[in-house]
């Protein structure tokens, strides 16, 4: 078990990259493997695959037996919900969805990313977080910089959901405290979407910035910076400034 100050569980978002053979994963840790591996280095994961299509009954019986009682697992709901139907007559998408994801037994948090078509709608929004179930965390990521506003906010808060922070090249990096826990991803900055490699500097001024907020509360942070296994290299390193700060 990965020994930590703070209630934070700090991650990549998704674990089969073969680009990380070498850089990440030992030359002989290869396909089911290698989450056996990960979960060695960290104890929180957030699964991508999930929201371009419903896992399969083998890989959520993989999930349940590979990863321990103290892992959390988070998913990314699936984009026919968010991309497809935008919000709007999702249920038979969500239940599907719910369906599969909620078998999941480390399941912690659903992510949801909407589009960056889909522009603030706080009514839209209010009535998709009413059908959520309340067994798992939900976060929402926003794609279009108009949801940057008090009233989603607030909606967010009654629902106890989290407003993702970001790290993104077109997109602020502020965030709303709105339930217990705190969400970031981190997908590159510049041009170099999920391509960029964090100093640790960089990464030093959002733990600076994350301190005031952390008190009472957990924080799941994720790197989708994936390419030439930067994900998990930044990962390590801001999990350590948040141990020693």
Request: proline content about 4%; charged content about 25%; some cysteine.
């Amino acid at each position: 078990m990965i020994e930590k100050k703070h209630s934070a569980f700090i991650g990549t978002s998704g674990w089969t990259y073969d680009d990380w053979q070498g850089a990440f994963y030992p030359d002989d840790v290869k396909g089911a493997e290698r989450l056996s591996f990960y979960a060695t280095k960290f104890d929180t994961v957030e699964v991508n695959a999930t929201f371009y299509r419903n896992p399969a009954p083998s890989a959520i019986k993989a999930w349940n037996t590979r990863l321990g009682p103290e892992f959390h697992l988070v998913v990314k709901g699936s984009r026919a919900v968010t991309h497809l139907k935008k919000l709007a007559d999702f249920e038979e998408a969500l239940g599907r969805c719910l369906d599969r994801v909620l078998q999941l037994k480390r399941l912690r948090v659903i992510l949801w990313q909407l589009p960056p078509s889909l522009h603030k709608d706080v009514e839209r929004l209010d009535a998709f977080l009413h059908v959520l179930p309340v067994s798992v965390r939900h976060a929402v990521e926003f794609r279009h910089e108009s949801w940057w506003d008090d009233k989603v906010a607030n909606v967010l808060t009654r629902h106890k959901a989290a407003f993702v922070a970001i790290s993104h090249p077109t997109l602020p990096d502020t965030w709303f405290t709105t339930t217990d826990f705190l969400y970031v991803r981190f997908h590159g900055i510049e041009r170099h979407l999920y391509r960029y490699d964090y100093t640790r500097d960089e990464l030093s001024g959002w733990v600076e910035r994350l301190k005031p907020d952390l008190e009472g509360r957990t924080l799941y942070a994720f790197f989708n910076n994936d390419y030439h296994a930067n994900a998990p290299r930044n990962a390590l390193v801001f999990r350590d400034l948040l141990a020693s700060g």
